[in-house]
């Protein structure tokens, strides 16, 4: 098997650049970039821009240029080539007719429908191929997508709004309803990017109940995520917007009558987030964000199951209200980073676990995109 040189780690972080602009589009499919090189030249170069479209190898060989060729070439593959006919042909194959020499894969697919048989492939062909030893960037831009494959459920995002005295909610007249926004509309905006970057986005029946969320993107570019309810009681009224509006939406229990656009799943307070993860697995959700409320955001803090959380602090006090859940701090909180963001802060960390997980103590993407 071949070293990997400095040259080939300079030629991978071209790849991964490449691979980042996948970005919002790619899900199911992790995020992938390919760069063709030859003498030290790049002949052309791609990456994997939308589920169903061209994979990164496909895009890389059909940019070459007209009359061009890839043979002896060196092929940078953030990602192991498939080897399966899924949407799309198996790009082993194609960087095998192509005439490559050698490839360079920053990581195997876990994907079971790969898993090494990409590059078995193209070796029993007399490609030279050569595996990083670590790749802790590309795994990380691909989290959601290897915590699925990895650890059989998505990657899991809290995110929290939370007063400069630590309430979540100001304090509300008797039956007072609808959302009551903490932080500025700038921060609104970027929170809405993200609801864009994830696959689901999930809430409690109290939120439900008292803010009657819509849940969709509306502030910024991009999909919107499966909309999911946590309703074990069946506390929520039909009525609600994310039940009556006609998109999709997952509720575990939920009101007693539903229209078609909502789909049930059955289950008690104590196996509902398990029974959950299990069926967003079948659905192909990598990641969900958890915007709250103060409960539920709890009940995923108490239990560990989180990796990211996103405190998005607010400068002024609301001298009330409800108290926000108690989150890492001091020492059990080393995976930080903060952005101001305005008058608001944006907190992020990442759970330790899942930072050893991924393969890095400092995760390198730490940075708030803009909206
Ligand atoms: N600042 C922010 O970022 C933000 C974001 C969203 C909401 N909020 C505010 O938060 C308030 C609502 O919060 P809340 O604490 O009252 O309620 P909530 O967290 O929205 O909902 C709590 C309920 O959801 C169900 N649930 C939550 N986790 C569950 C789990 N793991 N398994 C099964 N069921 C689960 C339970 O229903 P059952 O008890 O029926 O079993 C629980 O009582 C609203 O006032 C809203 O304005 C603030």
């Known amino acids: 098997m071949s070293e990997v040189t400095p040259r080939d780690r300079e030629w991978m972080a071209e790849a991964l650049t490449l691979a980042r602009r996948g970005h919002i589009g790619t899900a199911p499919n992790p995020r992938v970039g390919c760069v063709l090189v030859r003498d030290g030249h790049v002949l052309s170069s791609g990456w994997h821009a939308a589920v169903g479209g061209p994979h990164a190898e496909a895009a890389a060989l059909q940019a070459l240029p007209p009359g061009g060729n890839a043979r002896g070439a060196t092929a940078y593959v953030t990602l192991e080539p498939c080897s399966h006919h899924g949407r799309t042909p198996p790009c082993s194959e194609a960087l095998i007719a192509s005439g490559i020499a050698r490839c360079v894969v920053g990581m ?34 691909n989290r959601r997508f290897l915590s699925a494959m990895e650890r059989g459920r998505p990657w899991i995002i809290l995110k929290c709004a939370v007063s400069a005295d630590g309430f979540m909610d100001p304090p509300r007249e008797r039956g007072e309803m609808g959302s009551l926004a903490i932080t500025s509309p700038a921060l609104r905006r970027l929170t809405h990017h993200w609801r864009a970057e994830e696959g689901a986005i999930l809430v409690g029946a109290g939120t439900v109940g008292t803010d009657d969320p819509a849940l969709n993107v509306r502030e910024a570019e991009g999909p919107n995520p499966l909309r999911i309810v946590l309703d074990p009681e069946g506390r929520t009224m039909a009525d609600r917007q994310v039940y009556a509006d006609g998109h999709p939406t997952l509720v575990v229990g939920g009101p007693q009558e539903l229209p078609e656009s909502v789909v049930r799943l059955d289950a008690n307070s104590q196996d509902a987030l398990p029974l959950l993860m299990e069926d967003l697995m079948a659905r192909e959700v990598r990641s969900v964000l958890v915007e709250g409320g103060a409960d539920t955001l709890g009940r995923f803090l108490d239990t560990g199951l989180w990796d990211e959380l996103r405190l998005c602090h607010a400068p002024q006090r609301t ?14 909180a080393l995976l930080r980073g903060e952005h101001p963001f305005g008058a608001d802060r944006v907190e992020y960390q990442v759970h330790p676990a899942s930072a050893a997980w991924v393969g890095t103590l400092c995760p390198p993407t730490l940075s708030v995109p803009l909206p």
Do not use: C, H, Q, Y
């Open 108 to 141: 195997v697919d876990p994907n079971p429908k790969v898993a090494g048989s990409g590059i078995d492939r193209m070796r029993a062909a007399g490609i030279e191929v050569t595996i990083l030893d670590a790749f802790p960037e590309g795994r990380w831009l």
């Open 319 to 332: 001298g009330g209200g409800l108290p926000a859940p108690s989150w890492p701090t001091g020492e059990d």
